[in-house]
């Protein structure tokens, strides 16, 4: 067991959504955001002056939605919307991208066209397709797109947990939690990030880079160097953090190595 300080001056906490602060559900739409979610993270954001940041791959106007009426720092869409803490949005011109993107939206769509089960996701700068309904079809979607994605080295595929993103591969969570690092109130602390996907693997791995930490919420390889075994033990981490003055992750998280 490795303890992990957090104190309110020294660290920045960057939070995944899905599987993460909410349990996976079976459709996008569906997640459920536990009742005294919202205010926990309301008081860890004045806990640590500010510096706390949701990373997701979702929009960040679905982000805002869960959280209603918190209106928290965010990374969308792995890091391709960005919004700091002054409120400032700043997004990837998704005319460049595009063009680009087209044809493997029309492959994508003509997959969903042929298995009802698939459900196509679109975003500003690329798009998630989720098998979860169909777990069957994992092959032939990734055999579809993988070749048309490796023939442009602007996008990249990603793999998560049901689902498969095309995303601008020069953007990840690593780049996003960078960014952050680099503005007020998160630049000079020690950046701390709780994900628990594939896709979150950049940003333990950038965070651990900067100094700080990485912890992966629940089972599977990752980079990251600390474990919490679900959602439910990490909201009742944050909820302990907002009453202790000196908490530790030590108790709940244990060190992975
Ligand atoms: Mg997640």
């Known amino acids: 067991m490795q303890k992990i300080p957090f ?4 660290h920045a906490l960057f939070l995944d959504f899905d ?7 079976p459709h996008p739409g569906a997640v459920h955001v536990h009742a005294s979610l919202v205010s926990t993270l309301h008081s860890i954001y004045h806990l640590l002056g500010g510096a706390l940041a949701i990373v997701s791959g979702r929009r960040i106007a679905e982000i805002d939605s869960f959280l ?9 869409e792995h890091g391709t919307q960005w919004r700091n803490a002054q409120g400032e949005l700043l997004e990837l011109d998704d005319q460049v991208i ?3 993107l087209a044809p493997i939206v029309h492959a994508a769509e003509q997959l969903v066209q042929q298995h009802g089960e698939l459900l196509l996701e679109r975003k500003t700068a690329g798009f998630a397709l989720h098998y979860r309904m169909a777990p069957a079809l994992y092959t032939l979607c990734w055999n579809t797109l993988m070749p048309m994605v490796q023939r442009t080295p602007a996008l990249a595929l990603m793999r998560g947990k049901y689902v498969m993103e095309v995303v601008p591969s020069a953007i990840d969570k690593g780049t996003a939690i960078a960014s952050f690092l680099q503005t007020a109130p998160f630049a000079g602390r020690i950046p701390v990030f709780i994900g628990d996907d594939v896709t979150d693997e950049s940003g333990f791995a950038k965070a651990q880079e900067l100094g700080g930490h990485g912890v992966k919420v629940g089972a ?10 679900n959602p439910a033990a990490l909201r009742a981490w944050l909820e302990q953090a907002v009453h202790t003055p000196q908490p530790r992750l030590s108790g709940l998280l244990a060190h992975a190595a």
Request: charged residues 5%; hydrophobic residues 40%; glycine residues 10%.
């Open 7 to 10: 104190s309110t001056s020294q």
């Open 19 to 25: 599987g993460t602060l909410a349990d996976i559900a």
């Open 68 to 76: 209603t009426p918190l209106v928290l720092p965010a990374a969308g």
């Open 98 to 100: 595009a063009p680009m």
């Open 220 to 229: 599977g390889p990752s980079v990251a160097l600390h474990r919490c075994p």
